[in-house]
Every structure is written in structure tokens, then in C-alpha cells.
């Protein structure tokens, strides 16, 4: 019900944007949030954006990340700016309804950030 799109390889100091499109009414009721993994890492809270349009973002990416959402298209987007070869990983899209243990994720995309 989430498919990310977008990753890629990024020079140090580059920009990326990932895209994750949600299906059905996601967007309007669901938390949508991007998280990561690297190799040999958890999977670590990036961003998120509540349906009510409230975002929260990792010390780690704040001033360097914006995540928005375009209810028209149905998709939630993550700028990446000032990208760090910390930020390499894979990133993953996910939709949770608020107050419950539903939620969705995306299969992931890659993102590399190296000269």
C-alpha cells in the first residue's frame, strides 16, 4: 500500500528527494513517517507527518530533512539536503493509523551518499 521511489547515490553536501505514494485515504487518516537502516544497523525514525499535517524529525536530520505530503497526489515526499555519508542507508516508507498497531510499510529505497 506504500511504494518509496527516489533513492539513489548523492555526493556529500548533495540533495536527494524520496517520494512514497499511499494508497487509499492513508494520507488523510494515517501517520505517514520515514525511517532507515543502515547495514548492520536497527532501523532508526527519520521523519514524520501526521494526518492533521504536524511533522517531527530525528536530531540526527533536523534542518537538513523536510518531509511534506501532497494530498492531491497521495504521496508523502523527504527532501534530503546537506545529505552526510551518515545518511546512507535504505529508507522506508511507512503509514500507521494513530492509536493502534496497523501499520504498513514500503519495501525501501536506497540511498548512498559518497564522493
Known amino acids: 500500500q506504500v511504494v518509496e521511489s527516489g533513492g539513489g547515490l548523492a555526493q556529500p553536501g548533495g540533495s536527494l528527494n524520496l517520494s512514497c505514494a499511499a494508497l487509499?485515504?492513508?494520507?488523510?487518516?494515517?501517520?505517514m513517517g520515514w525511517y532507515r537502516q543502515a547495514p548492520g544497523n536497527e532501523r532508526e525514525f527519520v521523519a514524520t507527518?501526521?494526518?492533521?499535517?504536524?511533522?517531527n524529525y530525528a536530531d540526527s536530520v533536523k534542518g537538513r530533512f523536510a518531509i511534506s505530503r501532497d494530498i492531491t497526489k497521495k504521496t508523502v515526499n523527504q527532501q534530503m539536503n546537506n545529505l552526510q555519508a551518515a545518511d546512507t542507508a535504505t529508507y522506508y516508507c511507512?503509514?500507521?493509523?494513530?492509536?493502534?498497531?496497523?501499520?504498513?510499510w514500503g519495501q525501501g529505497t536506497h540511498v548512498t551518499v559518497s564522493s
Open positions: 511507512k503509514a500507521e493509523r494513530p492509536g493502534t498497531s496497523e501499520d504498513y
Open positions: 487509499g485515504n492513508f494520507i488523510n487518516s494515517f501517520t
Open positions: 507527518i501526521s494526518s492533521g499535517g504536524t511533522t
